[in-house]
């Protein structure tokens, strides 16, 4: 088990975990909430509850990257995710914020207004974006996908697997070192259901643990995602049980992070998990 540590924030997440990242969607079009927190009151309340939850940071995102999603344009992303920061920060909110996007002049906006990590599912495959991580000196999500959210499914056609998505993951990190972000300050995440079968996805959670020799810690998203669906049939607002499977699956393979909508339910299924992964041998 690796023993890595990150600084997000004020705060320094050492050791194995789990952390629980809490999903907190501003969006009307989500594919598990959308439209349900975009009043500006309707997200502080949530965001507070994660919190409440045990949540250990929190993940706000302003545009939906479920398969076919339509854009948003930066300033509309911009207009939803900035004053719930600036809010939560006035405050006092205690975690450590996360901006979910990939574009530089959201991410930039974000930081400024009080978020401290950037979560972006396209890798640093923007320089522009790179730049601001750089420039914020602000640790950064780097997920693996394809394309784009628009376009992902037609981009599953993988050599092999494991070893593609560990060779991409190099290559995000190799243009982080190049936009001035050392390797320290990154987290890698494998991209569930982003350019991925249901079968593909199920690979990467059972072979999780080959992405160590990556030397960073591991965020995984399995959170209502429809590879559970494709297993059991359940609709989305119903793979809750689904979701802990998976999440008691990364973390038995060292995820250091898990993000989740549903915290309370992950924190106990991570806990046990962890309390199992770390149990005497006997
Ligand atoms: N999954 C989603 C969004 N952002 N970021 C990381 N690092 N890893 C993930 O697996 C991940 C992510 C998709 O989930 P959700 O935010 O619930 O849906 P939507 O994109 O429709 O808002």
Redesign the pocket.
């Known amino acids: 088990m690796q023993k890595l540590s990150i600084r997000i924030g004020a705060r320094v997440f050492a050791g194995p975990g789990p952390f629980l990242m809490g999903?907190l969607?501003v969006?009307p079009d989500?594919?598990?909430?959308g439209g349900r927190f975009t009043s500006l009151e309707a997200a502080l309340v949530q965001a507070e509850r994660l919190a409440a939850e045990g949540a250990d940071l929190l993940d706000v995102?302003g545009e939906?990257?479920?398969p076919g999603?339509p854009p948003v344009s930066a300033q509309e992303e911009r207009e939803r995710v900035v004053p719930v920061i600036e809010r939560l920060r006035a405050e006092g909110f205690r975690l450590p914020i996360s901006i979910?996007t990939s574009k530089a002049e959201v991410a930039e906006a974000a930081l400024r207004a009080g978020a401290e990590l950037v979560?972006d599912?396209q890798g640093l495959a923007d320089p522009a974006l790179a730049r601001v991580v750089a420039e914020a000196g602000a640790p950064v999500?780097l997920?693996h996908m394809r394309g784009t959210p628009a376009d992902m499914g037609a981009h599953t056609d993988y050599r092999d697997l494991v070893p593609d998505v560990l060779r991409e993951l190099r290559q995000a990190l190799a243009r982080a070192e190049q936009a001035g972000i050392p390797a320290e300050r990154t987290i890698l995440?494998p991209?569930?259901?982003f350019a991925k079968t249901a079968e593909q996805n199920l690979t990467l959670l059972r072979r999780l643990s080959e992405l160590h020799a990556l030397g960073r810690p591991l965020?995984v998203?399995p959170?209502r995602k429809s590879f559970i669906g494709k297993v059991t049939g359940a609709a989305i607002s119903d793979r809750l049980p689904g979701t802990l499977a998976a999440v008691t699956a990364a973390v038995l393979a060292g995820a250091a992070f898990v993000?989740v909508?549903d915290v309370a339910a992950a924190r106990q299924a991570a806990a046990v998990a962890a309390a199992i992964r770390d149990a005497p041998l006997g």
């Open positions: 999903v969607n969006t989500s594919f598990s909430d995102g939906s990257t479920r999603a979910d979560n599912i999500v997920m995440d991209g569930i259901g965020l998203g959170s993000r909508h």
